[in-house]
């Protein structure tokens, strides 16, 4: 059985471009959780869905954006990039809303870099 | 609001030594707290749980409401102990708050 899987891996973007992260849960999580984890920082929630509705907004300015599907794979999108926006994003699948204790398991993230 | 605190970035100890990584919070409700482990070039995942009362890999964790702690514990450090540890703490259910994290090096 496949565990969460993020793509891609790395990208390298400019300052004010636009990035689009995908997220596949495991067969049967209806949540995802997105977190952002700078550099010597602990993971910090972006965003959680469930059900292809938000449950839970971090605090991130409104150019972050994400989104679920149907089939509850997830995009997170970052608009006008800066240079802090650089670190490793995570996503985080669950079986349910409340899932911190339901199989919460986690991608190996998406390593961005803004130049 | 939410925090969690782990006061050393760094932290080695020899095979066979004891082993205890800090971590103390701030929240004025019942949290949830959780031990998270990431070994080298792996992901990131669920050591143990308060609220399971299990001992993982002999690692314990006892929940301290007095002292808001959660210090993570083993008597006998081993070499495949070495790993970055994040402390969590969760009050709703569908988030974590994470502390900054202790990289832990068990020297042979």
């Known amino acids: 059985d496949a565990g969460v899987t993020q793509s891609p891996t790395h990208l390298i973007k400019t300052r004010g471009q636009q990035v689009t992260l995908r997220c596949s849960p495991i067969?049967?999580?209806?949540?995802v959780s997105w977190y952002q984890q700078v550099l010597g920082q602990g993971p910090q929630f972006i965003f959680q869905?469930?059900?292809?509705?938000?449950?839970g907004r971090g605090n991130f300015p409104d150019r972050f954006s994400a989104r679920q599907f149907p089939n509850y794979s997830s995009e997170l999108n970052v608009n006008a990039l800066l240079l802090g926006d650089s670190a490793l994003y995570l996503c985080?699948?669950?079986?349910?809303?409340?899932?911190?204790?339901?199989?919460?398991?986690f991608g190996s993230g998406t390593r961005l870099t803004v130049v | 609001a939410q925090r969690v605190t782990q006061p050393e970035k760094l932290l080695s100890v020899f095979k066979g030594a004891p082993v205890e990584l800090k971590c103390n919070y701030s929240?004025?409700?019942?949290?949830?707290l959780f031990w998270y482990v990431q070994y080298s070039r792996q992901r990131l995942q669920l050591l143990l749980r308060?609220?399971s009362r299990e001992s993982i890999k002999g690692f314990t964790a006892d929940l301290n409401k007095g002292e808001t702690s959660f210090h993570l514990k083993k008597p006998f450090a081993q070499e495949e102990d070495s790993a970055m540890y994040y402390c969590?703490?969760?009050?709703?259910?569908?988030?974590?708050?994470f502390g900054t994290g202790t990289s832990l090096t068990v020297i042979p």
């Open positions: 869905y469930y059900e292809k509705e938000e449950r």
């Open positions: 308060h609220i």
């Open positions: 985080a699948s669950s079986t349910t809303g409340q899932g911190v204790n339901y199989g919460y398991t």
């Open positions: 969590a703490l969760s009050s709703t259910g569908n988030q974590f708050y």
């Open positions: 929240y004025s409700g019942s949290p949830e």
């Open positions: 067969s049967g999580h209806k949540s």
